[in-house]
Structures are given as structure tokens and as C-alpha cells.
């Protein structure tokens, strides 16, 4: 008789999902039916994100230049995982969202900058890649399901857009929100999360060397499922800090209060710092599941997980003097 092992990184979706959320979510299936939700209905060209009649108007500028001051000892993932495997709740709350999110339209699209501001303004997302020098940063990706990848992304960092923005000496922070339009977005029909999506970072960690602004992955403009056409990456971070799609950027004095952590303040906080040490409530996070990586791919192996996911040179100062704060969850 076969009798398969639960292992450390394969967590059953009640584990890596608030315990309420899970069970309403259950009974909305039910009665719903859960299959439409994940059925896509083909027709696409493949899995880049792109539908062939659809042609990116920022495509001239990929591939661009790999900024090699950000090295990375691991291999990059596979780019077919990794378009293949994705957190994007507004599509769905599986990793296989991939074709549900072609239904997502990137232009146009309007980026709000606004709050705490010298003046607010809208900008296009085509306007605002031709304001930036874009290149590319081989990046690891851990997210807080204890799983991880290596990405070569394409983008700018964001200290380029505090400078388009201007913010106030009274701004503390910025929140970032994705677009919401449930009728394209299936998940976003579900009134138990609360949607849009929410993110924030101190206007410290904006401004860090290492925080960049995601147009485009492995080369070309970001497939939609990895959140296209501008998404965040905080590579010393769990995942979820990195907000895909994002429309709008409020500068405030108040911290922001993030999607997850409006679900579940006592399991995501946030800071959500990686750290080997700190365990979720209920996983450890010393070790991490290397997906899409040629060596492990299809194996069992996990690798320790570093302190600030190997990025401490970066940004421990960041957080001096704030040890009292629940800095890694
Ligand atoms: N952004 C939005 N808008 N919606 C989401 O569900 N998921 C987050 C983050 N950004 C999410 C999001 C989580 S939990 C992770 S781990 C990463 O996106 C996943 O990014 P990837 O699919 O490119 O690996």
C-alpha cells in the first residue's frame, strides 16, 4: 500500500489560509461550484501572458540590461513555473491562476499618486516606463508558504517614483493598492476578503537601494498572473508584501494596515521581515522548498532560509531601534 508523506513545504490550503476565510470560502464553493472558478477556457497564446492579438507598447525596452551588483547563488527558476504557479487572489485561491488572469486589461491603465504629496497626479503606465531606466535584477522570491524562486525581473527602483512623487516630510509611509474590478476578477466577487488588495512600506524601505517596481520577468513585459503591468518586489520580504498590479500610491503619516493583515493580524504583520528563527504560527519557516529550480525540480529537497532572505547588508539598518516591533511575521 502507497502512503503518501506529508512534507514540511506541502501545505494543505487550510494551513497557509486564515482558518475563517477557508471555511466561508469552502461553503461559497459549495454552493457556488468550485470548478468554474478554476476553469479556463483555452484559446490564449500560451502562458506568457499575452493573447496573440495583444501587443505590449513597452516591448521595445526589454530585454534590458541586468544590473549585476545583485548576484544571486542559486539557479533562476524555470520561467513555465513560475507562470504557472502564483499567488493572485482576485483571480482565485489556487496557484493555478494563470488563465483566469488573461482577463485582466493593462491598458490602458492609470496609476494614482496622491495623499501626502507636493501634488497629486495620474500617469499612465506607459508614460511612467519612459520616465525610468529600466534593468533588469536576479532576485529570490520566499514566500511565507515556506516555498521560493529565483526571478529575473525587470523594473526600476522605486526611489525613482518617490522622486516623480515628491512626498510631503509628513508622509511616513506609502500605501499600495491593486485595481479592483470583480467583473474580470473572479475572486473579488468573494465579500469575505476585504479587496482591494493593500500593501505599504515605510518610505525607508521605498527608498532602499534593493525595492524595485516590476514591468517586466525573464526578459519581456511581466506576464499578468505575476501581476503586470507594475508590480512590487521587496526581495528581503515575505511575498506577500510584493503587490501585484498596483493602481494607486497614497502617501500618508498612518501606517498602512495590509490585505492580509486586515484577515489575520496575529499571523501577518506589517513588517513581515524573513526570518529563519521566527516561525509562523503554525509553520517553521527555517527552511524553504526551492521551486522551479532545475537541480531540485521534482524532488523533496529544501534549503535553509537566510535571515532577511539574504539581503541583511542591505536593509538590517532599517530596523534598528525597532526590536520591540513584531518585525518577522
Ligand atoms: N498581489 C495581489 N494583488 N494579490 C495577491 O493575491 N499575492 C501575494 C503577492 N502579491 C498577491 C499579491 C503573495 S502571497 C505572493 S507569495 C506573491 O504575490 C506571489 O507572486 P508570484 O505569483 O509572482 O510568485
Known sequence: MLIKRMREWELPERLVT?????????????AAGASAAIAGTGGFAGITGARAEEADPSADLYPAARNEMYKVDRPISEEQYNLTYNNFYEFGSHKKIYKAAQELQIRPWEIKIDGEVEK???????DL????????????HRCVEAWSMTIP???????KLLELAKPLSSAKYVRMETFHNPSVAGGQKGNWYPWPYAEGLTIEEAANELTLLVTGAYGKPAAKQLGAPLRLHVPWKYGFKSIKSIVRFEFTSERPTSFWEQLQASEYGFWANVNPNVPHRRWSQANERVMGDPTYERSWETVPTLMFNGYGEHVAHLYKGLENEALYM
Open 153 to 159: 525581473w525587470t523594473g526600476f527602483p522605486m526611489n
Open 120 to 126: 497629486e497626479f495620474t500617469i499612465g503606465i506607459d
Open 129 to 140: 516606463i519612459r520616465k525610468v531606466t529600466l534593468e533588469e535584477r536576479v532576485y529570490r
Open 18 to 30: 486564515p482558518e475563517s476565510v477557508f471555511l466561508n470560502r469552502r461553503a461559497f464553493m459549495a
